[in-house]
Nanobody
Framework: QVQLVESGGGLVQAGGSLRLSCAASGSITSINVMRWYRQAPGEQRELVASITSGGTTNYPDSVKGRFTISRDNAKNTFYLQMNSLKPEDTAVYYC???????????????WGQGTQVTVSS
């Protein structure tokens, strides 16, 4: 079964740091674009980081300079390092990736289950 499994959320004080992980498992040939989204209560889900297979990253202004996305292709895992956290970063964080499945030699988009990040003031 192909899936993305997240870990690393929790409660942190403002100014602190957290590192989220997202591991892909199953019969995967490769992973193309990897992304992190977040959704706060009553808000739309927003993209906070992406990284291509070539390592090109992209961030919205709201997290630029504070969040860093990275990937370990050998482990089929990617990460979101979040520094200088603010209360407004509080949300459920979801990983998302375009997985090339061995059975189909085609790309499918998968979501992780979500992990809560709470930043206290």
């Amino acid at each position: 079964q192909v899936q993305l499994v997240e870990s690393g959320g929790g409660l942190v004080q403002a100014g602190g740091s957290l590192r989220l992980s997202c591991a892909a498992s199953g019969s995967i040939t490769s992973i193309n674009v990897m992304r992190w989204y977040r959704q706060a209560p009553g808000e739309q889900r927003e993209l906070v980081a992406s990284i291509t297979s070539g390592g090109t990253t992209n961030y919205p202004d709201s997290v630029k300079g504070r969040f860093t996305i990275s990937r370990d292709n050998a482990k089929n895992t990617f990460y979101l390092q979040m520094n200088s956290l603010k209360p407004e970063d509080t949300a459920v964080y979801y990983c998302n990736a375009d997985l090339v499945l061995a059975a189909y030699d085609s790309t499918f988009r998968y979501w992780g289950q979500g992990t809560q990040v709470t930043v206290s003031s």
